[in-house]
Structure formats: C-alpha cells, structure tokens
C-alpha cells in the first residue's frame, strides 16, 4: 500500500492510491490523525514563559508577541516578575528616628518614618513634659474632680503618657489609681447609691446627687415594650445615648424610642458623650432642672443633632 508523509508531524501513514491521488488532485492536506488536523488550523508561534521561575510553554498570535516584549503564562507570572524587576529600582531609605533601623520602600520625602509610633514618638522627643509632671496632672484632676481621668479627659497628655507609661492605664497606676475599666463593660455605684451601667451615668447621677436634685433611675416609659429611661426627673425623662453613631442596632433603637416619645409627648433631655469628655457641659444641658418644670412636650437636643 503506498504511503505520504503527514502535512503536521510529517510521520508517514499508508493509505490507498485512489485517496492519495484524489488529494493530490485537489489539493487537499493529508494528515494521520484529528489531532494533527486540529494543530495545523492553530496559527500560532509556541514560546516559553518570560519569568526565569516558570519558564512554562505557551502559545500566542504573532500579532501579539509585536505588542508587547516579553510573555507570560498567567497573571501570577507577569506580576511576580514585575515586582522582582520593580524592587531592583526602588532605594530604600532609614526611618527618620535615630534608635530605629527600619527602612522605608519608595517614598520621594528626603526623611521618613517607618511607621506612626516611630513619628510620634521622635516628635515627643522634644516635649517639655516628664513622668512627674503627668503623675501630678492626674492628681490634680482626681483632687478637682473627684474621680479617676479618662484619656479623653486628658488627651493632650495621652501621648507623652504613652511615651513614658507605654500605656495610659500604666500612668494613672504610677499616679497611685486603679485604672478604669472599659467605658461600658463595668457597673458603677453612684454617691447616693444608684446602681449604674456606665462611668458616663455615674457623672450624670452624681451631677444631680451633689446639687440635691431629687432623681430615679431606670424607668419604664408608659408603652409596654420594656424600654426604659436612665433618669427621671419630676416630668423630665433624661437619656445618655452613650453609644450613638457607633453601633446600628443601638441606633435603630433609638429612632424607635425617639418616635414613642414623641407619641406619647413626653419631656426629654438628651445627653451625648460629648456633654461629658473632655469638657462637662452638664450644667448648661440640664440647667432646666432647676427652673420650674413645664407640662408641655418637648424634646432637649434632639433636634440639633437631626435624629
């Protein structure tokens, strides 16, 4: 039987004359099999991936390979090559502070820092304040204030704390405290006994029990779905939104509680942390406690704030 060489692999396969002379006729391609067949259509040049780590074969148009100059297998090789090639460029330059021997990747400034802690603490470097005189700072505001300062309350003393103390809390020990606990994670006892769930109500009902203000606390409001107010004074319902803005569902709560108390047109004095940290500005929010209580609905602070 005669035999022709196939047009991909150019292996020889036999075949009768009548095939091979009516392929010769028209000019059609003789292959040994559909693989072969299926590889001739593919027009394309067979490389080996550019990166050194891979060096995988790929196939591409020749229209391509004049694009660009070097080829990839996949986006992993191309971008790992790019960043080896990349960190060959880039001049690494030592943080700014002087006990620090990071270095810093590409930045154009002349001196940097390798991170905010290095920066901050460079730039305190320099400050006037020393361990005593932050031991004596937190004296003196428990002596005024009568109770244990917040970082908020102090905050331009924090960082040098932090400085000196490492932490805050390691500063109000050195004063001779016990640090206080997270804002709302610890019950509290008011002067007069009140039992509270935050420092935040303890100044509150402190604030009323040292100007004789008589007060209850925790009252249900007059629809039955549990929710109660912190304080109440005469026919003043007084609230501490201490953590509006910050979770969703307190803040879906209090669009709920604000509406009932306007169905029900009851009196409310809102209070915020920003009443009480770093400035106390109780006695301008509730200095209504001490005028003549009116029946008429109204609602203290609300408004401003667009709830």
């Known amino acids: 039987m005669p035999s022709v060489k196939c047009d991909h692999c150019q292996q020889r396969l036999y075949r009768s004359a009548g095939r091979i002379n009516e392929a010769n006729k028209y000019h059609w391609k003789q292959f040994c099999s559909p693989r072969c067949l299926s590889k001739s259509r593919i027009k394309r040049i067979e490389l ?135 804002r709302f994670a610890k019950h509290f006892i008011a002067n007069d006994g009140h039992p509270c769930d935050s420092l935040s109500e303890k100044i509150v009902d402190d604030w009323l029990y040292a100007r004789k203000i008589p007060h209850e606390v925790k009252i249900k409001y007059p629809w039955n779905n549990g929710m109660s107010a912190d304080f109440k004074v005469d026919k003043w319902w007084i609230e501490l939104f201490g953590l509006c803005g910050q979770l969703k569902t307190y803040d879906g709560l209090l669009k709920v509680k604000l509406q009932k108390i306007k169905e029900y047109k009851l009196s409310l004095i809102s209070i915020y942390l920003s009443d009480l940290f770093p400035v106390n500005k109780l006695e301008h929010k509730l200095k209504i406690l001490k005028s003549p209580h009116p029946t008429t609905f109204r609602i203290c602070g609300d408004e401003a704030r667009g709830i």
Request: hydrophobic share 30%; charged share 25%.
């Open 48 to 182: 080996f991936c550019s990166n050194p780590l891979c060096n995988k074969g790929i196939a591409k148009r020749e229209g391509d390979i004049k694009k660009v100059k070097l080829s990839f297998c996949s986006h992993a090789c191309s971008a790992t090559y790019n960043n080896y090639i990349r960190q060959k460029s880039i001049k690494l330059k030592k943080c700014r502070r002087v006990d620090c021997y990071n270095f810093v990747h590409g930045s154009r400034k002349e001196t940097v820092y390798c991170s905010d802690d290095c920066a901050h603490i460079d730039r305190l470097g320099k400050t006037s304040y020393s361990p005593e005189k932050i031991v004596e700072t937190i004296r003196a505001f428990f002596d005024h204030q009568g109770r244990i300062p917040t970082k908020n309350d102090l905050m331009y003393l924090y960082r040098p704390a932090r400085k000196f103390f490492t932490t805050w809390n390691q500063a109000v020990i050195s004063a001779g405290f016990d640090p206080n606990p997270v």
